[in-house]
């Protein structure tokens, strides 16, 4: 069983930028791709990003490509979700999740684990 615990949320500027992190334990890190979701008021849960089992591969919403940056250290068990050029409509809370299976684009439903989020919110 592997526990997902996030951090780093918290009340930005638009334009501004946050970090978050995501320590996982109970499994071997290394055996799961990594991916960043987010849910915000009212809608469904939306993929952010993800990355492979090394980190040598990732993959990006369209809405986030080029301001989001996702990365990990195997050694500290951690992944991280660096936001750059916030915007008010990337207000949501975050969640980091778990899959054995590196998949672009990964659906919701098909992650094994996941934490219990952290809220990020964007002030215009």
């Known amino acids: 069983q592997v526990q997902l615990v996030e951090s780093g949320g918290g009340l930005v500027q638009a334009g501004g930028a946050l970090k978050l992190s995501c320590v996982a334990s109970?499994?071997?890190?290394?055996?799961?791709?990594m991916a960043w979701f987010r849910q915000a008021p009212g809608k469904e849960r939306e993929f952010v990003a993800t990355?492979?089992?090394?980190?040598?591969?990732?993959y990006y919403a369209d809405s986030v490509k080029g301001r989001f940056t996702i990365s990990r250290d195997n050694a500290k068990n951690t992944v991280y979700l660096q936001m750059n050029s916030l915007k008010p409509e990337d207000t949501a809370v975050y969640y980091c999740?778990?899959?054995?299976?590196?998949?672009?684009?990964?659906?919701?439903?098909?992650?094994?684990?996941w934490g219990k989020g952290t809220l990020v919110t964007v002030s215009s």
């Open positions: 109970g499994g071997t890190f290394g055996s799961y791709a």
């Open positions: 990355i492979s089992w090394v980190g040598g591969s990732t």
């Open positions: 999740a778990a899959d054995r299976n590196y998949k672009k684009d990964p659906q919701a439903d098909g992650m094994d684990y």
